[in-house]
């Protein structure tokens, strides 16, 4: 079974700082990886997708692949309260499936 | 441009009752998808259509029905529901396939099964 590993959270970093998100996966052969944000009651929306190795930045989003150490994380510089979301990571696997992470609980205090 | 339409948005059924949730999207999207997400196990793939005419079993199939009416439409049915089923239940469409194609979701059913 292929999986996608995030720690549950919640992660809890102040107005301002840094919030850094990881995400593991099995499947060697994963190309693609996605982010999504979803707050509470709400569903789930792309933030980032990264396909290379390296980092990808937008705004103050950045996401880092490295397929070697088969982990992918996303960095939120200059957190604000409205980024207090669950982030989930998504990876495609080797046989065309995509497969989520259980997601990890930002919590971002004014 | 509404995006993803569900209806409806909450629905309380007795065990043994059927139902169909209702998909459209206006976005001229190839693939659709249903998605069910329960606390604590993430968002899991019960049914897709790549393509118009075409469904695919995902992840949780069994308990569930599927009809891709058109190239805007995806139903998801419940035969005989069980309170297993209770969840919020996601349709989310994307221009392509999975690769290289973000999916757009709709804003859910919560489902209640007593």
């Known amino acids: 079974q292929k999986e996608v590993e995030q720690n549950s959270g919640p992660l809890s970093v102040p107005e301002g700082a840094i919030a850094s998100l990881n995400c593991t996966y099995s499947?060697?052969?994963?190309?693609?990886f996605f982010w999504y944000r979803q707050y509470s009651g709400k569903s789930p929306e792309l933030i980032m997708s990264?396909?290379?190795?390296g980092d990808k930045e937008d705004g103050r989003f950045t996401a880092q692949l490295n397929k070697a150490s088969q982990y992918v994380s996303l960095l939120i510089r200059d957190s604000q309260p409205s980024d207090s979301a669950t982030y989930l990571c998504?990876?495609?696997?080797?046989?065309?499936?995509?497969?989520f992470g259980k997601g990890t609980k930002l919590s971002v205090k004014p | 441009n509404a995006g993803v339409t569900q209806t409806p948005k909450f629905q309380v059924l007795k065990t043994g009752q059927s139902m169909t949730l209702q998909c459209a999207q206006d976005?001229?999207?190839?693939?659709m998808y249903w998605y069910r997400q329960d606390p604590g196990m993430g968002l899991r793939l019960i049914y897709y259509?790549?393509?118009?005419?075409?469904?695919d079993k995902g992840e949780v199939p069994n308990g569930y029905n599927v009809s891709r009416l058109n190239k805007r439409e995806f139903s998801l049915r419940l035969e005989s529901a069980a309170p297993s089923q209770t969840s919020v239940y996601f349709c989310?469409?994307?221009?392509?396939?999975?690769?290289?194609?973000?999916?757009?979701f709709g804003n859910g059913t919560r489902l209640t099964v007593t």
């Open positions: 989310a469409s994307s221009e392509l396939g999975f690769y290289n194609s973000p999916l757009h």
């Open positions: 499947d060697r052969v994963s190309q693609s």
């Open positions: 990264i396909y290379s190795n």
């Open positions: 998504a990876v495609i696997s080797g046989q065309g499936n995509l497969i």
């Open positions: 976005m001229n999207h190839n693939s």
């Open positions: 259509s790549a393509s118009e005419g075409t469904t």
